[in-house]
C-alpha cells in the first residue's frame, strides 16, 4: 500500500508537472487538465492515503474522551469567543 500511495502521489505530481506546462503555453485545454489533476487528488489520492494512516486505530488518540480534555475545550472555546467578540467590538 505505501508503495502504491508514492506511485499515485509521483503521477499526481507529473499530472502537475503537465499541467503547469499546457498552462505555460496558453494551451486550450490546460485549465480542464488541471482541473481532473485536483480531482485525481481528491478523490483517489487523499481517501487512500487518509485509510493508509488512520488504518490502526492511531486515530483514538486525537478523540475526546476524558472529561479533563473537555473541559480544558470548553474553556479555550470560550476564551475564543471572548476575543473575537471584543475584536468585533473594536471595529
Known amino acids: 500500500m505505501k508503495t502504491a500511495l508514492k506511485i ?44 493508509y494512516r488512520y488504518r490502526d486505530g492511531k486515530y483514538k488518540k486525537y478523540i475526546i474522551n476524558s472529561d479533563k480534555d473537555k473541559k480544558k475545550l470548553k474553556s479555550n472555546l470560550q476564551l475564543f469567543y471572548i476575543l473575537l467578540n471584543y475584536l468585533l467590538i473594536v471595529k
Request: charged share 5%; no cysteine.
Open 8 to 51: 499515485l502521489f509521483l503521477v499526481f505530481l507529473l499530472w502537475m508537472v503537465i499541467a503547469a506546462y499546457f498552462l505555460n503555453i496558453e494551451h486550450p485545454k490546460a485549465e480542464v487538465i488541471t482541473g481532473l489533476g485536483v480531482l485525481y487528488m481528491s478523490f483517489i489520492l487523499m481517501p487512500l492515503f487518509i485509510y
